[in-house]
């Protein structure tokens, strides 16, 4: 089963405005994480955050936790053009076959 | 850079060609993972090594061979390939295998991909 989808598919922004985006997932995990794709490129991780955390910042970055439903949310703060690129999650329980990502949120910051 | 390198960057094949994808990591890490990633669908998990063993096949068809020779080296031979394969091949790397019961915080560190387009 797919251990994190992200939604929406797509975000647009103005440069300096706040980006939300949200992940779901189906069974319960130890921990989730959230990685950040440039175009063409590999996945770069940025944060991960612990099933008995409910929040965790990193720089401009804060992530969000709520195990009760199973979801997650990831906030960049004051965004630059830079930050244009996809954004996925992926929750583990303990399985490498879990391992797994969603189609990422493709978010552009307009400058 | 993550540390793990990838080539070729872009590949062109034909569907009869046999070629290699090789991925190498300069990191230490003991365990290492192939994914397949086409437009517009999630990211799929194709294999696991762990300690040069091969601990996950998602149900990869067999014209992708895997072959994980030591801890720094995978490689990924394809054979044989149709048109829907064409994609972004992503080796990744983890320090031990994420998942095992005191191993669930590590994080995956990816190569740049290999573009793959099959005519």
């Known amino acids: 089963s797919q251990q994190g989808e992200e939604d929406p598919q797509a975000l647009s922004i103005q440069e300096g405005e706040n980006a939300t985006m949200n992940c779901s997932y189906k069974t319960s995990i130890n921990n989730l994480q959230w990685y950040r794709q440039n175009s063409g490129r590999g996945l770069v991780h940025l944060i991960l955050?612990?099933?008995?955390?409910r929040e965790k910042h990193s720089g401009r970055l804060r992530v969000t936790l709520d195990t009760s439903k199973k979801s997650s949310s990831l906030l960049i703060t004051a965004s630059r053009a830079a930050d244009t690129a996809s954004y996925f999650c992926?929750?583990?329980?303990?399985?490498?076959?879990?391992?797994?990502f969603g189609s990422g949120t493709q978010l552009t910051v307009l400058p | 850079e993550t540390g793990v390198t990838q080539t070729p960057r872009h590949l062109v094949m034909g569907m009869t060609n046999k070629k290699s994808l090789k991925c190498e990591q300069h990191l230490g890490h003991n365990a290492m993972y192939w994914y397949k990633q086409s437009a517009k669908k999630p990211l799929e998990l194709m294999f696991v090594?762990?300690?040069?063993?091969?601990?996950e096949n998602n149900s990869v068809p067999s014209r992708f061979s895997p072959e994980c020779p030591n801890s720094s080296h995978l490689f990924l031979h394809l054979h044989t390939l149709q048109p829907e394969d064409s994609a972004l091949y992503l080796c990744a790397s983890s320090p031990k295998l994420v998942g095992g019961l005191s191993l669930l915080y590590e994080k995956l560190f990816f190569g740049s991909g290999t573009q793959l387009s099959v005519l």
């Open positions: 090594y762990n300690f040069k063993e091969q601990t």
């Open positions: 955050i612990r099933s008995n955390e």
């Open positions: 992926s929750g583990s329980s303990g399985s490498a076959r879990q391992l797994t």
